[in-house]
């Protein structure tokens, strides 16, 4: 149950009123998008004094689209609103995001919001490390007005990004990928409303003959504090044909990127161990997205 | 501070002055006396508070109460047409999808949402383990709930239309 130290819940009606109330209040305010990872937050006791939350409800950032070659999506459409769109569920390339969101159960995907699960910055989360596959990035208004940051520079540590108090998050930034390419996300949970134990997002684009021109291997997920580009996994990959004996060997480097870490969930080395199939299995997921399947090696 | 906000419960208007912190779930019970919701782990991980929202299917202990003014909240106290009961909450009965009782009420609310959205469709077993993977049922007598949720379905073919 929240703090009843929270004098007011504020529903400003746009992103520069919300703006305005985080210049006002600053470390005394929180944002409130679907509020599932806040009130997990609170129920364990680890949220500090606030006086203010402000609901993003009625700030019209629901919504879906296409400006010019980015999908933009707006900071509060949920998990359910973005697993619903046409353009999630037609491509291959945004295949990643499309896994990922199919994880939680139905309360989460209704509630959650797309910018609340980037803005928690906690590594064990899904959505984000799909979003890293695809060179996502995060644009965010301010007092001194909006910018653009790349996921992959956007997070610092557990819960830590590198927004200002007094910034927001409007938009999640997916640039259209070239041709012929496609994505895919694992995730390993021991049941339905688990953080990942590990996960791993892919991004593979090929040339006309089926030949690796581009590759992105993203893990998370008990790897560390932020998730983790696997580039020793996409180098394997570049300028090869995809085959089976390739995609393992893109799997077993894996191991020189990332540092696993035990906890009371489960060991490094398994992480490590399954970190190795689900890199390989993320391909060849990706792949059949392409229309390129290719035996499982024995 | 408190505030009088206006909410809307299975179809009926309640007045009701609850602090900013307040969660939806605290509102139904503690307020309102809506009991059928239930408070089980209180974080977002059981669905024993599933209400729906809109038609669609939230855990009420993680919505702030003055989130959901101007939205449209049914509880399982709304289900039943005075003394008839919803399909759902008949199947549950006839497939005896009940042990202790407590994570039924989120169950049959997961289950009218979840069959509200999938049309004619009659989900098969695993369909339905998915569409209750919110749900935690700590007796575990999931086989049985599950027998309810495709005879729920079943049978709304059979009625031609869906209440509600």
């Known amino acids: ?298 | 501070m408190k505030r009088i906000i206006n909410l809307d419960i299975n179809g009926q208007a309640h007045e009701v002055a609850v602090g900013p912190h307040y969660t939806l779930l605290q509102v139904l019970r503690d307020e309102l006396g809506l009991l059928g919701t239930k408070k089980g782990c209180d974080t977002g991980g059981c669905g024993c508070c599933t209400v729906l929202v809109d038609g669609k299917a939230m855990y009420s202990c993680m919505i702030f109460a003055m989130a959901t003014q101007d939205r449209k909240i049914t509880t399982v106290e709304g289900l039943a047409d005075n003394a008839v009961l919803d399909p759902v909450q008949q199947a549950f009965i006839e497939a005896g999808a009940v042990q202790c009782g407590y994570c039924t009420c989120g169950m049959i609310m997961t289950t009218k949402a979840y069959l509200s959205s999938v049309g004619s469709h009659v989900p098969d077993d695993l369909e339905a383990r998915r569409a209750i993977a919110g749900n935690l049922c700590r007796c575990t007598g999931y086989q049985k709930i599950v027998d309810a949720i495709r005879l729920a379905a079943s049978r709304r073919i059979v009625a031609g239309s869906e209440k509600g």
Request: net charge neutral.
């Open chain 1, 1 to 298: 149950m929240p703090s009843a130290a929270v004098k007011e819940f504020l529903q400003p009606s746009s992103p520069q009123e919300v703006v305005e109330l985080l210049v006002k209040y600053r470390e005394r305010a929180l944002v409130v998008g679907g509020g599932t990872f806040l009130h997990g937050i609170i129920a364990r006791g680890l949220l500090g004094q606030m006086d203010v939350l402000i609901d993003l409800q009625k700030v019209g950032l629901s919504y879906v689209k296409y400006e010019h070659d980015t999908l933009c999506i707006g900071a509060t459409t949920t998990f359910a609103e973005l697993a619903a769109s046409e353009r999630v569920q037609n491509s291959p390339e945004l295949g990643a995001v499309l896994d990922a969101l199919c994880y939680p159960p139905a309360q989460i995907r209704n509630m959650a919001t797309v910018a609340g699960c980037v803005a928690s910055a906690t590594p064990l989360f899904d959505l984000p490390v799909a979003l890293m596959a695809l060179d996502g990035a995060v644009r965010a208004a301010g007092p001194k007005g909006s910018r653009e940051i790349g996921l992959h520079k956007f997070y610092l540590d557990y819960f830590e990004h590198v927004l200002e108090r007094t910034e927001l998050i409007t938009e999640i930034l997916v640039l259209r990928q070239p041709s012929r390419s496609a994505s895919a996300f694992l995730k390993l949970e021991t049941n339905a409303n688990d953080l990942a134990l590990l996960n791993v997002a892919v991004r593979i684009t090929v040339d006309k003959k089926g030949t690796c021109r581009d590759a992105r291997v993203v893990v998370g997920g008990g790897i560390g504090k932020v998730p983790v580009r696997a580039v020793s996994c996409e180098d394997v990959l570049k300028g090869q044909y995809p085959t089976a004996a390739l995609l393992k060997e893109s799997g077993n480097v894996v191991a020189f990127d990332i540092h696993p870490v035990s906890d009371y969930r489960t060991s490094a080395k398994y992480r490590s161990t399954v970190a190795k199939v689900f890199v390989r299995r993320a391909l060849l997921r990706a792949l059949d997205r392409l229309g390129m399947q290719l035996d499982e090696p024995s």
